[in-house]
Nanobody
Framework: QVQLVESGGGLVQAGGSLRLSCAASGRTFRSYGMGWFRQAPEKEREFVAAISSSGGSIYGGDSVKGRFTISRDNAKWEVYLQMSSLKPEDTAVYYC??????????????????WGQGTQVTVSS
């Protein structure tokens, strides 16, 4: 198993930037594809971005393309989400997740058995 802890959330004005971090512990970090999801009140959890286990492939949801960037540091066992040009509609709890071992990446929640506790991001207009 792998344990995940997010940090870096907070309150930011529209147009601003924020960087989320996710620290992993447990099994070998480089075995897992990693993803970020978000969930706004009364909405389903939404795919944001994913990065392959090697960091060589990066995928982003349509709503964040060109504004959010996912990256990872396998030496530090961390994954990041750099968010820029933030909009009020980006307000949500952001979750870090790890795929089942051996799966390089995925945009489907069902492929992520390991989740962090979430960090709140609030964008004011």
């Amino acid at each position: 198993q792998v344990q995940l802890v997010e940090s870096g959330g907070g309150l930011v004005q529209a147009g601003g930037s924020l960087r989320l971090s996710c620290a992993a512990s447990g099994r070998t970090f480089r075995s897992y594809g990693m993803g970020w999801f978000r969930q706004a009140p009364e909405k389903e959890r939404e795919f944001v971005a994913a990065i392959s286990s090697s960091g060589g492939s990066i995928y982003g949801g349509d709503s964040v393309k060109g504004r959010f960037t996912i990256s990872r540091d396998n030496a530090k066992w961390e994954v990041y989400l750099q968010m820029s040009s933030l909009k009020p509609e980006d307000t949500a709890v952001y979750y870090c997740a790890a795929t089942r071992p051996g799966l390089s990446y995925s945009s489907s929640r069902e492929d992520y058995p390991y989740w962090g506790q979430g960090t709140q991001v609030t964008v004011s207009s």
